[in-house]
């Protein structure tokens, strides 16, 4: 009997919804774009200007501006407005002002909410982006043992009259990175690794050292093609980290019984250089999967490893020494192969890359400029034992540091063209780019 009234009063309550159910929006707010022209040309740094009707049959909750790359990223931050009502006319400005913008063909595009339905309008435009430059050279090194200490030389060639920052620690590597515009610095055995902003110093993140040796704590820091940093420690690890030193589920492990003393990224591989820290005297190189760090290969190195760089994605270049000597090997990453194209009578000291066939290589005594594709190598300068090198990409202009004592010179004769000294003793020379 009580089966018999369910179904009616089930079919009632059914009746009810259908009857009290609100019918919903289908016509989402029509956007017309009447700013900028289609293909209009914006030169950064410059202000566009975005005008847009908006109507709705019900009312316009939020309409956003934006503008974006090629990639569908945005180049400036958006825009929200909120007009309320069923008809607006909108006016508004978008600064396009950072030096990471890259010419090309960019969308500006307008999206508006009525609270159910979204409609959306675009325009392409082109973008003329700045030229590339060199925003800084970065100084870093220490007095002694510590603190670290950071100098800064400017556009213009002016070094800062004081440091940029004081680290109170033991002095450790140290990488920039202009995409993420961030100068990093590891730790040595008290210290932790430290991201700043290079304009002022100021610290953005730190990583608290776990160091449980007498001995630094960072054994290697690299920034590669991705702008992100990979570092290692003494315990083997070797680790990816974001912008501000969060983490990014990147991990890999040295071979047993050694520590990294090398990184080079490329666009598939990880390639380090490792040192064995017991037993007989022993050096490898080994490559990582560019994802998860899985381990892909490992071969035995006979040489010092001094520096690490890429020749391809299949090859790279290792400068080292053996029995007092300099040796460039070329080293196949994928099968292990290897030869030499080049040895020198004196060890090499640094090692600063102008372009995949040149490199400037300087030893305990002359600055040699090294042409890969017929494996010969020239003298530039004699007399001279820069402890460290870099290549400024953008003004060509190769960078050496002696001690305090920091020259300019022309990669192409040697010539020094200029120089200043840094109150610090010189472990790293890192230029910033604008992009």
């Known amino acids: 009997m009580r089966c018999e009234h369910r179904a009616p009063l089930l079919a009632l309550l059914a009746l009810l919804a259908v009857g009290c159910k609100k019918d919903g929006d289908a016509e989402p707010p029509r956007i017309t774009i009447s700013a900028p022209a289609s293909g209009e040309v914006v030169t950064v740094p410059d202000t566009l200007v975005v005008e847009a009707t908006v109507t ?20 400036t931050p ?31 595009k307008v999206v508006a909410s009525d609270g159910e339905g979204r409609g959306t309008a675009s325009r ?9 430059r060199t925003r800084a050279i970065h100084i870093v090194g220490s007095t002694g043992f510590s603190p670290v200490q950071v100098y800064r030389i400017d556009s213009t060639g002016q070094l800062s009259p004081g440091p940029l920052v004081t680290l109170n620690h033991d002095i450790a590597p140290a990488a920039i990175s202009s995409k993420a515009r961030r100068l990093y610095v590891g730790g040595g055995i008290t210290g932790p690794l430290t991201a700043l902003f290079p304009d002022d110093g100021s610290i953005t993140a730190e990583v608290p050292s776990q160091n449980i040796l007498p001995i630094p704590f960072h054994t290697a820091l690299a920034v590669g093609g991705s702008g992100m940093l ?31 003393s090398g990184i080079l990224e490329l666009d598939n591989a990880v390639v380090t250089t490792q ?5 007989p005297v022993g050096h490898r190189v080994v490559r990582y999967s560019s994802t998860a ?3 892909q290969g490992a071969w035995p190195l006979d040489q010092t490893p001094v520096a690490l760089h890429p020749r391809d994605q299949d090859h790279v270049l290792l400068f080292g020494n053996r029995n007092g000597q300099g040796v460039i090997e070329d080293r196949d990453i994928v099968d292990g192969g290897a030869w030499e194209p080049r040895t020198f009578t004196s060890p ?29 190598a020239l003298t530039l300068a004699t007399g001279t034992a820069y402890e460290v090198l870099a290549f400024d990409e953008v003004n060509g202009v190769l960078i050496g540091a002696e001690s305090g004592q920091v020259s ?10 200029g120089g200043l000294t840094a109150p610090i003793a010189v472990t790293a020379l890192l230029p910033l780019y604008s992009r």
């Open 56 to 75: 709705d049959n019900t009312r316009i909750e939020q309409v956003t501006f934006s503008v974006l790359d090629g990639q569908g990223m945005p180049v």
């Open 78 to 108: 958006s825009f929200t407005v909120e007009p309320g009502g069923t008809s607006a006319n909108l006016v508004v400005e978008l600064p396009i002002t950072s030096d990471l913008v890259l010419s090309g063909t960019h969308e500006v």
């Open 124 to 132: 392409l435009i082109e973008v003329n982006g700045r030229p590339r």
């Open 230 to 260: 990979f570092a290692a420690s003494n315990d083997g690890a070797l680790r990816r980290y974001g912008t501000d030193l969060n983490g990014t589920g990147y991990s890999a492990q040295a071979l047993s019984e050694h520590r990294i």
């Open 275 to 279: 040192s064995r820290y017991v037993g």
């Open 293 to 295: 760090g899985v381990e």
């Open 348 to 376: 090499i000291l640094a090692v600063a890359r102008i372009d995949a066939n040149t490199y400037l290589v300087s030893l305990a005594g002359s600055l040699q400029r090294f042409n890969y594709a017929n494996a010969t």
């Open 408 to 417: 300019f010179i022309d990669p192409a004769t040697g010539n020094v063209t």
